[in-house]
């Protein structure tokens, strides 16, 4: 008989996410306040449930893919103890894919060992077309076992899945991955910048720059100048992509763990300077773009 | 009958490539001011000169490899235009491989154009142990035709070699390359230390960020991180490889680039100061540990 | 008849400003966690509490001077609403003077409200010399009413209060002065470097410094370079003043909060990270030194 | 009799300069490339020369303000040796005003102390209007005989002159001083968008940091953010004042300074950046604004 996946938030990603889990042959009970992201669930071969508590009731996963980490606490643990956790079976495995600070993996994990439920904290890398593609990479925290059980669900959405250590340890990755991320974003934008400026062709440049030691993920697949590389939001005026908030957010993540780990984050704290003051730079609000478009800031 | 080179500057880098010059079959010129290094080159099938002019001399290639671009306008343009721009075979083509300031290049190119003399900047990519195997790049500035022509010789010292543009814009290339590097190996460097703050291995975060958006050439090929990868710097207490001192000569050059354009370059200012806070740290100089030695800067 | 203050947090800060507010001839309520505190504050004329809740039973202030948010949040609100707000006598003032978020503020400010109680955040400036000098500054956020009424007892322990505005204002202008304040030590200690690498003296150029336009209280009242300032926590080893883990703490509260205004912030993330550098270099903790002392990051 | 001035170089600054050492009984000997400004040197009492040459010769005081080192090198060094030192009389004091590189200073100081002339870098603090006024101050490099000799005519274009040094030494003080200047505008601009950001008005806020441990010169003199001050440039759509590109330029000197002495300058690269961000931030160049319009990046 076939496994049922209680799934939570179906939003950009999660819509797509759930649709994938759902094609892979699990019964998927899928929940959102938004009757339009349950309509498309359903089209996608779900069971639409308007009650999240209904939702994950005898289900053998419990997947979460929710804007942030009051909104993960809230949803487990609720005001009073009454969250979800109260609801799950006792023999489920809760994944939560949710971009999180470790400190809100750590806590609803902690709170689910303590009511005997497995846990992990699994936060995706990709995007929007990733999560429909089926093509999400994930970062899991939680012991092996939990990790091996989990991979069940999380490879019907993506081929790749990597065990980062304990509970909270998926979504440090996934925040140092990203940190890194913008560092060399921020970094490749400026040096193409540079070089345009004293006189050289971005093309050229990066051609060269990819094969020294300059190469990294933002000059290889996501060249940040318009016309350098086709088929990346900058050649498709920065739309689509992973969006300056989300990016922001992320950053915003980071610098909240290194606060708490009294950790030294100069680049990254430069880099979220970066993308906060290209955010507001020019009298809009340039958050909804994508990412690469950084090299605007840059601009002379 | 075969060609002629005469290479100026047989130090660290210079010797390795003045051998593989002649194991070419070029007749190669050496010049130095340190004996110990003529007699080096001289084992390795060069002719050794104690006379700069008396190197240059019918030289149908003159190739230098020199400290700095105050060393390098000296040695071409001299005091009183005695340099060895007066002394070169009007059909010769001359190289510079040394790591300098596009604006040198671009002052001794004119000089060299204005003496109807062929020049190419061409600095090079890679170190020590390269420029001994013959697996150098070069970036390369200068005209389509004499590019071409260059190549016969660099073609000696390693297989790739790159045209970046007119005079100057291999100088340029190397100088965003470099300073590119130093931003993601800060970077990489920031959030291994960031995740092992927050309780994560090394190795399994390296490995994630690896197949993850963060992955960059730092990660990949010479992670700073003791124990993770062997055979790099970082697993041999940071000896070997390249050196601080010369990131910072490299950084330096960004940073003037970067003033006389009016570019913005915050993440490789940052890079710059953090590689300088690194050399002074603890109350010894460590320009002469490798750079990927700036992993220490972030311990805790 | 005297009034009655229950001062909470008797610590480096709380124990001068608890013998102050009982010089001033009000009744004071102290409590501690720890008996020599209670002891030291009966020594000055407070009468010691071994329970909160009795401490502030009837009192007409309830100060608290505690050491971050979470411990605030966790005394006034408790787990389940049996924390000191549901103790207080309800024309009680209460004032934080404790340094916390903005957030904390208003949290704790909102519940206040709910129950009637009145309260305003007063962090303060100055540090254990102007606590028990009484010298203190206070930066308050509430109504204008309550500020007056919280002045009876903040003139006790300083002659300076401001009101920033309304609840949270006084933790945000405490948060803003201090990022600041980091910015101009850092800056002013890297100026003094720079001029002392390239041969000046760094009395003579403070000197010239502080009648120009470069002028700020770290270079006229805190003097980073040891030897050019008398009386100065740089002319005593660094020992004393204000310590680097609270600045850090203060730079934490700064980044917190300006990821929730969304705010640019790269001269204070700059110094965050300077200050973070400088506690963990050189294989010691630097965190209690006085917060000048990061000329010794700067030293070539 | 009366002491003579030559001087060269009556720009903005160098026009109003030259007025005041006339007015103060010298005879002026004025010189610049342009007809307009000798016509206002004229009718300000100076007497114009067409060529330098005849214009130095004799005098006592040689006086430059010109605007940059390449151009004060040419000036007195001239391409081969034909400089205005080839042609100053022997008993002349030298007094270079203009803003440059140390390395300018120490070089043309250099070369005039080998031909037997006395020599100062006098750098000047104040803008335009100062220049007017004659309420410049000047931060001066020399010996202690030579710095009391410039004295003389210092003081009719301001009541503040500094020894900073020996030669060069002016130069650095201005360097470093007018670095911690954009240090402390940027940071103040910063505090106080961050304090707006979180609700509170900046006339308050700014009245707390003025007597608190934030205080520094930009927030008691130049205000940045509009409304606040009166009289002052970000009352007056950032219009007079000192402007963008000058600040950029000093901050360049710097970056240059740092790289030569291998100082750690991040506080004043991250200002640099920012002054330069905002340089070319919105599609059109702001250099011509005061520099206190960094406010302006801020703005979320």
């Given at each position: 008989?076939?496994?049922?996946?209680?799934?939570?938030?179906?939003?950009?990603?999660?819509?797509?996410?759930?649709?994938?889990?759902?094609?892979?042959?699990?019964?998927?009970?899928?929940?959102?306040?938004?009757?339009?992201?349950?309509?498309?669930?359903?089209?996608?071969?779900?069971?639409?449930?308007?009650?999240?508590?209904?939702?994950?009731?005898?289900?053998?996963?419990?997947?979460?893919?929710?804007?942030?980490?009051?909104?993960?606490?809230?949803?487990?643990?609720?005001?009073?103890?009454?969250?979800?956790?109260?609801?799950?079976?006792?023999?489920?495995?809760?994944?939560?894919?949710?971009?999180?600070?470790?400190?809100?993996?750590?806590?609803?994990?902690?709170?689910?060992?303590?009511?005997?439920?497995?846990?992990?904290?699994?936060?995706?890398?990709?995007?929007?077309?990733?999560?429909?593609?089926?093509?999400?990479?994930?970062?899991?925290?939680?012991?092996?076992?939990?990790?091996?059980?989990?991979?069940?669900?999380?490879?019907?959405?993506?081929?790749?899945?990597?065990?980062?250590?304990?509970?909270?340890?998926?979504?440090?990755?996934?925040?140092?991955?990203?940190?890194?991320?913008?560092?060399?974003?921020?970094?490749?934008?400026?040096?193409?910048?540079?070089?345009?400026?004293?006189?050289?062709?971005?093309?050229?440049?990066?051609?060269?720059?990819?094969?020294?030691?300059?190469?990294?993920?933002?000059?290889?697949?996501?060249?940040?100048?318009?016309?350098?590389?086709?088929?990346?939001?900058?050649?498709?005026?920065?739309?689509?992509g992973f969006m300056v908030d989300l990016m922001l957010k992320d950053l915003g993540l980071a610098?909240?763990?290194?606060?708490?780990?009294?950790?030294?984050?100069?680049?990254?704290?430069?880099?979220?300077?970066?993308?906060?003051?290209?955010?507001?730079?020019?009298?809009?609000?340039?958050?909804?773009?994508?990412?690469?478009?950084?090299?605007?800031?840059?601009?002379?």
């Open positions: 008989m076939s496994k049922t996946v209680a799934f939570i938030g179906l939003g950009n990603m999660g819509g797509g996410m759930a649709a994938n889990i759902a094609k892979a042959g699990f019964v998927v009970h899928a929940f959102d306040l938004v009757q339009a992201n349950l309509d498309a669930a359903q089209a996608a071969g779900c069971k639409p449930f308007t009650c999240a508590k209904e939702a994950v009731d005898g289900a053998d996963f419990v997947l979460t893919m929710l804007p942030n980490g009051a909104i993960v606490e809230q949803v487990y643990l609720g005001e009073n103890n009454d969250g979800l956790l109260s609801h799950v079976a006792p023999h489920a495995l809760i994944i939560d894919c949710s971009t999180v600070a470790p400190a809100n993996s750590r806590h609803v994990g902690k709170a689910a060992q303590d009511a005997g439920i497995a846990f992990v904290d699994a936060p995706v890398s990709g995007g929007v077309a990733a999560a429909n593609a089926g093509t999400l990479a994930f970062m899991v925290g939680g012991s092996e076992r939990n990790f091996e059980a989990a991979k069940e669900v999380l490879s019907a959405m993506g081929p790749n899945t990597f065990r980062a250590g304990d509970i909270g340890a998926g979504s440090v990755a996934k925040i140092c991955n990203n940190m890194l991320l913008a560092v060399h974003m921020a970094g490749t934008a400026e040096a193409l910048q540079l070089g345009m400026d004293n006189g050289l062709d971005p093309k050229a440049l990066s051609e060269i720059m990819l094969k020294s030691s300059g190469c990294n993920w933002s000059l290889e697949k996501y060249n940040p100048v318009p016309g350098v590389m086709d088929g990346v939001p900058s050649s498709n005026d920065y739309q689509g610098m909240e763990a290194s606060t708490g780990s009294k950790s030294s984050v100069p680049m990254g704290s430069a880099a979220r300077s970066l993308f906060n003051l290209h955010k507001n730079s020019g009298g809009e609000d340039k958050g909804a773009l994508d990412f690469s478009s950084i090299q605007q800031l840059y601009k002379n």
